[in-house]
Nanobody, 114 residues
């Protein structure tokens, strides 16, 4: 069983940047894909970005051009670089591995003030 632990969230002004990290307790070489989701209060959990073991990346339309997902298999870590943040990006961001029925972290809060 792999455990995922997120960090890097916080409070930032609109237009600012944050970098989220997700560290796995074990190897992520065989975990495919790795992903970031987010959930705002009163809203459904939504997929933000995915990265496959081969390096293919996909993004929600709402974050394309602003967010970048990456993974370092040797460190068992996935990152989410978030630039040009908007108030609507405010949510709990959760790390995921192997899809919806796979592994989940506890989440890290991101709050963007206007």
């Amino acid at each position: 069983q792999v455990q995922l632990v997120e960090s890097g969230g916080g409070l930032v002004q609109a237009g600012g940047s944050l970098r989220l990290s997700c560290v796995a307790s074990g190897s992520i070489f065989d975990i495919n894909p790795m992903a970031w989701y987010r959930q705002a209060p009163g809203k459904q959990r939504e997929l933000v970005a995915t990265v496959t073991s081969g390096g293919r990346r996909d993004y929600a339309n709402s974050v394309k051009g602003r967010f970048t997902i990456s993974r370092d298999n040797t460190k068992g870590t996935v990152y989410l670089q978030m630039n040009s943040l908007k108030p609507e990006d405010t949510a709990v961001y959760l790390c995921n591995g192997n899809g919806w029925y796979g592994y989940w972290g506890q989440g890290t809060q991101v709050t963007v003030s206007s």
